[in-house]
């Protein structure tokens, strides 16, 4: 459908190793669009690489440190002399930290900060000014679920800064979305990745906890970013911007109390106002 056709357009992924990141660079160029890889781990980017340009697209790969500002304006410089454009933005790459509140270092909170939140600006700047100039351009931000509700289990310095995230989406949606430049975020729930999985096996309660708030009865995939990828960079999105998109298989949908419809619960009657 030409609403999602890419052909020609020029997309810049961070993470794109790996994870939420292949994903996405994959579905952009499957959708036509040519691709600049991001992503510490470089023989995963090449790979991702790989599988972009025997689908005949144009691939570039880059090991750029997206937690610093001076790396990230070179890497737009080259793509300024590779493809002399941008049109799409997957800023996805970033650390967390797991601390409890009491224990978590200044440093360790600015580390955080640095990564999540200063470096998704200065991705998002970089292309936002090409954007400008063009007058046209898209951003897909990826944010989580704990920018919303706490998730605790030493996640502060994680949701701080993902809710710092979100709110620098809706203020660049609103800054520039009248010069042609669209900024929505995605927010995930539990995504399974090498972490996530390293975590779960620490701890074989994890995934049923996880499970109990996921209606959908089902940890996300990194696939499951692929179509909510395509449609963001797309014409197809010309008039959403400012948008938070949950991810999460019903998971922010519920209430806390509730009972996802996989599971079994026993049946009797009740008054209305206990449910308030």
Known sequence: MSLFDLTGRVAVVSGAAQGMGRATALAIGEAGADVVLVDRQLAG???????????????????????DPEAIAGLFREVDDAFGRVDFLGNIAGDGSLARPEDLTIAELHRVLQNLVVGRFAMCQEAGRRMLARGHGSIMNIGSLASTTALGRGHIAYSMAMGAVVQMTRELSTEWSHRGVRVNCVTPAQVVNPSLSARMADDPTLEGRFLRGIPAGRLGRPEDIMGL??????????????????????????????TPGHQSFPVQAFRAEETR
């Open 229 to 258: 990828a395509v449609l963001l960079a797309s014409d197809a999105s010309a008039w959403i911007t400012g948008a938070i998109i949950p991810m999460d298989g019903g998971n922010l949908a519920m209430n806390a109390g509730g």
């Open 45 to 67: 980017a090449e790979s991702t690489a790989d599988r972009i340009r025997a689908l005949g697209r144009r691939a570039l790969v880059s090991a750029c440190d997206v937690s």
